[in-house]
């Protein structure tokens, strides 16, 4: 047991050994970390309050003294906005994905697992949802239960889960195929020990690469929501809303309103997906492996 515990344990070391290596990865994860800390302290470091306007200062440009992004068509500061709005952001778009992750989790092992009617079951029911793309059911689930976070939020884990069990049911079927839960089963092992201490370790890796770049896509597509309307609702805003309420000044010589929280929808989804990348490369057996082999062989040359 002692041995296996220190196998783990080493096997986690190189993991992050890979994943402090890949230098594009610790970037983007740099920059998701900054970016939810400034929005977590906007209360404390944003400028200004968010909704507070000054109107002869309307469409200020960047750089105007006091105001580092300029300001809205209603005098609003944009960087304070952006804090503001980045906890919405952020929020709307990691919870979900986490809630959709744990029940996604529990139905993809089991589904794996009991490959019967049970399994059948779950499958089938979720396939329904693939035979919609993923915005067109968010549009539709939000524009049933109504306009508002929550709402969209709601719609962003239903819209989910289908997606992020198919991972983790695949996983689950290749996983019970090896020996290691043959073993268990044959030394009497229960169900619930099967799934829980056997299977659940190993497909969750898989499911964490995957919802990490998820989130990602999820920022985009709240943001798309909100866009239109369907979101955030004012007075508050998030980044795509901010978007949308910059486009009517537009041609008004005030690309800035909208340049901005563009930015920060581009920037934070691409750091998302590129983190998963590296966590994905960082957790691959084969990079794993190939680590183990070349630390054994330079333990062996100073020996």
Known sequence: MQAIRKERRSTWHLVLALFYRNKVAMTAAAVILLITVASLLAPWIAPYPP??????????????????????????????????????SLISAVVPVVISAVISLLLGIVAGYYRGFIGETIMRVLDIFFAF???????AITAILGTGLFNVMLAMVIVRIPYMTRVVYTDTVIECQKEYIESAIALGAGGMHVLFRQ???NVLTSLVVYATTLTGVTIITIAGLSFFGLGVQPPDADWGRMTSDGRTVLMQG???????????????SLAFSLLGDGLRDALDPQRITAASGKKRRMVSTVE
Not at 65 to 80: A, K, T
Not at 133 to 139: E, F, G
Not at 254 to 268: C, D, E, K, N, S
């Open 133 to 139: 793309p993923a915005v067109l059911l968010s549009i």
């Open 199 to 201: 299977l659940l370790p």
């Open 51 to 88: 909704n507070d306007g000054d109107g002869s200062l309307r469409l200020a440009p960047p750089g105007t003294p006091g105001h580092l992004l300029g300001l809205d068509d209603q005098g609003r500061d944009i960087l304070s906005r952006l804090l503001w709005g980045g906890r919405l």
């Open 254 to 268: 005030a690309p800035h309103v909208t340049l901005f929280p563009g930015l920060m929808i581009l920037i934070v």
